[in-house]
């Protein structure tokens, strides 16, 4: 069913169109059953208390390496540290976003080598967001502006590159 309205005022049809909308989504609404939901098994209700069961646990934090700052000779190697992935063999891969780089540590870590640069050639990226390592250590990488996944090899030599097929972020 439409309504229009005939006035000098052009705002009244779309006003009319909008309350006979309202109006046949809300008669819709009403017709259609209010689905009925039980739960598998009965809620129970827990509170926590105010002391922990077992007492306070204080978890025992030991650092393994650091990179970067005062005390390291290199200086600071990582300038906007984003993400991190761990290779199966300890290798330990760093999205610097400051840099736009993959900075690249042994287990121990010292550096090894950075992979990929700022630019739009192969192997470059704008704006890497996401990592990831695979099961043969290759490297991929997201890059959020331009929307394309850039695939290293082992040793950070560019492989290959495609475009994404839904936008990673929006």
Known sequence: MAVFLRSRN???PVIAAVLAFGLIRTAAASDAPVPQTKPAAPIKMVSNPIQ??????TPKLTELWSVGGDNDPQGDLVNQPFEIRLGADGTVYVSDRGDVCIRVFDAKGKFIRQVGRKGQGPGDYDTPFFIDV???GRI???DMRSQRVTRF???GKYEASFRAEKPALQ
């Open 10 to 12: 052009s705002a009244w």
């Open 52 to 57: 922990p069961r077992d007492g306070v646990v």
């Open 134 to 136: 695979d099961g043969q």
């Open 140 to 142: 991929h990488v997201l």
């Open 153 to 155: 090899d082992p040793i």
